[in-house]
C-alpha cells in the first residue's frame, strides 16, 4: 500500500498570510488538527491545532479578555507554522510513512508532488482507518 491509496485528497491549504482568526476558523468549522500553509500553492509550512493552543490566549472570548489576548490573534499563518514540513510522495509505501511519524513524533504529512504543490495529506487516523491486521 502507497500514499496515494490512503491519503485524503481534497486538502483544503491556506495561504503564508492568513491570521489566524480565520485558521482557526477552518480548523474548528472541519475538524482539522493540521493545515497546510502554501505560497503561490506551494507547501512552505504546516499549523497545528496545538500550535494554535499553545499560542492563542485562552482568555479570548471570555470575561477576562484583554487587548493584549486579541493581540495574539494578529498573527499571520507563516509567523505560527513549522517551517519545511517533512513530506512524502504519492508512492511512498506506507511502512515508511508510519517509520516518520514514530521518528519524528508527528502525527501527519503533508504529500506533495514534484514541483512542492499539495496533492494529499496522510494523518495517523487514516493509518488506522485503513490498517489490516493478520494473524
Not at 496515494?4 to 482568526?21: F, G, T
Not at 488538527?33 to 499560542?55: C, M, Q
Not at 477576562?64 to 512524502?88: K, Y
Request: aromatic content about 4%; hydrophobic content about 40%.
Amino acid at each position: 500500500m502507497k500514499a496515494k491509496d490512503i491519503m485524503v485528497q481534497k486538502v483544503i491549504c491556506v495561504d503564508m498570510d492568513e491570521r489566524l482568526p480565520q485558521v482557526r476558523h477552518i480548523m474548528e468549522t472541519n475538524g482539522f488538527h493540521h493545515l497546510p500553509v502554501t505560497d503561490n500553492g506551494k507547501l512552505v509550512g504546516i499549523i497545528s491545532d496545538r500550535d494554535l493552543l499553545r499560542l492563542i490566549s485562552p482568555f479570548i472570548d471570555s470575561v477576562s479578555e484583554q487587548a493584549r489576548d486579541l493581540d495574539t490573534l494578529n498573527r499571520a499563518a507563516h509567523q505560527v507554522m513549522t517551517r519545511q514540513p517533512i513530506t512524502v510522495k504519492a508512492e511512498t509505501p506506507v511502512e515508511e510513512i508510519v517509520a516518520w511519524l514514530k521518528r519524528v513524533d508527528i502525527s501527519c504529512l503533508p504529500v506533495t508532488d514534484d514541483e512542492g504543490y499539495v496533492i494529499g495529506i496522510i494523518s495517523w487516523r487514516d493509518l488506522v482507518s485503513h490498517a489490516t491486521y493478520k494473524d
